[in-house]
């Protein structure tokens, strides 16, 4: 798996360690009463089950969750990170104290569930992309996250073959509508980008029309975003940049219609619905009977 470097294998173990910690909290507090029915002497063996296809997401958080629980846990996982699974597999055995993984339990596979389907959903426009003959476009996430696992979401996109757009307001700059408006104008706001923010990672202007594509590009606009424009406006818009700046699509992307997004030669596709509609995927752990 090739992760973006702000999402080194350290970083990612530290902040699944302060989500886990966090989650931990919210679902534990003082104690878990019903654990407290299992002595703690009892050890245990536990399978998680995949009850659909998906990509695997999540190793980190769900080994964070195990530990801060029992430190001792054996975890052996059968379908390693970014990896699909098909239905009824095995994805990962466990083994250690029999209350430990109950109270782990429920956070460990809420992590799971969340971050394999945004890495599934993740892999299913890129695999689409990449059946279109000659398209390069990345698949690109966007803002749209649950407050406080942002960057969980992204790592999950990293993991199903996406790319990150900025990850805040703090790391890059993109410039709407509004944002134009208040500055007076497509050249005032770009010149104005560069000065204020000049170590942000990209500086990208979104456009509505064609026109305003071609203000952007004299201004010397190195990344648009082409909002909501027709098969027809894209492929005039990739005929009218020339390789000049990067270009980004956004607005009405599914899978019914992102091959032909990609079959214009624009270079991005943002898509919110990777970390924004989320269907969780059905995972389960059971407990090996001979170990109760």
């Not at 990449?130 to 476009?137: C, L």
């Not at 990150?164 to 993109?174: M, T």
Request: glycine share 6%; net charge negative.
């Amino acid at each position: 798996m090739t992760v973006h470097s702000d999402f080194s294998p350290a970083f990612v173990a530290d902040l699944a360690r302060a989500d886990v910690v966090r989650a931990l909290q919210e679902d534990v507090g003082a104690a878990d009463l019903t654990a407290g029915l299992v002595d703690p002497a009892v050890r245990a063996s536990a399978r998680v089950l995949a009850r659909e296809s998906a990509v695997i997401c999540g190793e980190p958080w769900v080994q964070a969750a195990l530990r801060q629980m029992d430190p001792d846990v054996d975890v052996i996982w059968y379908v390693p990170e970014g990896h699909r699974c098909e239905a009824d597999q095995v994805v990962l055995e466990i083994h250690g104290q029999a209350r430990a993984l109950l109270t782990a339990e429920r956070t460990a596979l809420n992590f799971l569930q969340l971050l394999s389907a945004v890495a599934t959903k993740t892999s299913d426009f890129v695999q689409a992309v990449r059946a279109v003959p000659g398209a390069h476009a990345r698949i690109v996430d966007t803002r749209k996250t649950l407050p406080g696992l942002r960057l969980a979401q992204k790592y999950a996109v990293l993991t199903g073959g996406g790319t990150n757009h900025r990850l805040g307001l703090y790391d890059a700059v993109l410039i709407k509508e509004n944002h134009i408006a208040a500055a007076g104008g497509v050249a005032q706001v770009l010149r104005r980008a560069a000065q204020v923010a000049p170590t942000a990672k990209f500086i990208e202007i979104e456009v509505e029309t064609l026109a305003q594509l071609g203000e952007a590009l004299d201004a010397g606009a190195s990344m648009v975003l082409l909002d909501n424009m027709s098969l027809a406006q894209l492929h005039e818009a990739v005929r009218l940049n020339a390789g000049r700046a990067i270009l980004e699509v956004s607005g009405g992307v599914n899978l019914a219609t992102v091959r032909a997004i990609a079959s214009t030669g624009v270079d991005r596709i943002s898509i919110g619905a990777l970390t924004k509609d989320v269907k969780a995927i059905d995972f389960s752990m059971r407990f090996a009977a001979e170990t109760l």
